[in-house]
């Protein structure tokens, strides 16, 4: 399947410091987006990288992706405890998928130690 | 406020009752999507549609249901719903097009089948 896996499944770290989770993916993408989702509520849309971008932006959190090696990866900066939660690539299909239509990896969950 | 919204947010049922988890959105959004999500397996979508009277299966559509009658409404159906349907399931929608569009989550439901 199209799904992304993301690496770790889990990562404990202290205020202040650094996330970075991976995103790996099987087949050609359009896009690739990060959601996160605080324990057993909905989730919410990060940030959204095209295939054609390298790096984005948006505050503390800084997306790559390398469609070469169809992977991607998220930092998280100077870390907060506010940050724990699950954290989801979401991909497209690439040419003539159904629009709209995304494939959501199994997560990693991110503790923040204050 | 734009949001997608699902009822009920928990219930607890017996094999074979059929029971309805609602869906609506406010954002005249065409696509409309079912997820389920358990642990170690990520969210896992259900049903999917493209617009109004236009539904498909996503990767685990037995034992469900699904029809799109009006554009803001997405409900799904478990006519005769197994413990196996224990879980967490989340109404999600979004623009569709050519573009790359985020999703928008509903808060989930939490469905227990005994």
């Known amino acids: 399947s199209q799904q992304g896996e993301e690496d770790p499944q889990a990562l404990s770290i202290q205020e202040g410091e650094n996330a970075t989770m991976n995103c790996s993916y099987k087949?050609?993408?359009?896009?690739l987006q990060w959601y996160r989702q605080n324990s057993g509520r909905g989730l919410v849309h990060l940030i959204l990288?095209?295939?054609?971008?390298r790096e984005k932006h948006s505050g503390r959190l800084r997306v790559t992706l390398d469609t070469s090696k169809k992977s991607s990866s998220l930092l998280i900066t100077a870390s907060r405890a506010a940050d724990t939660a699950s954290y989801f690539c979401?991909?497209?299909?690439?040419?003539?998928?159904?629009?709209?239509?995304?494939?959501f990896g199994r997560g990693t969950q991110l503790t923040v130690w204050p | 406020e734009a949001q997608v919204t699902q009822n009920p947010r928990y219930l607890i049922t017996v094999t074979g009752k059929k029971l309805t988890v609602t869906c609506s959105q406010n954002?005249?959004?065409?696509?409309m999507s079912w997820y389920r999500q358990d642990p170690g397996l990520g969210l896992r979508q259900i049903y999917y549609?493209?617009?109004?009277?236009?539904?498909d299966k996503g990767d685990v559509p037995e034992g469900y249901k699904v029809s799109r009658k009006e554009k803001r409404n997405f409900p799904l159906i478990l006519e005769s719903p197994s413990p196996n349907q224990t879980s967490l399931y989340f109404c999600a929608s979004s623009f569709k097009g050519q573009g790359a569009y985020e999703q928008f989550f509903g808060p989930g439901t939490r469905l227990t089948v005994l």
């Open positions: 979401a991909t497209d299909a690439g040419r003539g998928s159904t629009l709209g239509r995304l494939y």
């Open positions: 990288i095209r295939s054609n971008e």
């Open positions: 954002m005249n959004h065409e696509y």
């Open positions: 549609s493209m617009n109004v009277e236009v539904t």
């Open positions: 087949t050609s993408i359009n896009n």
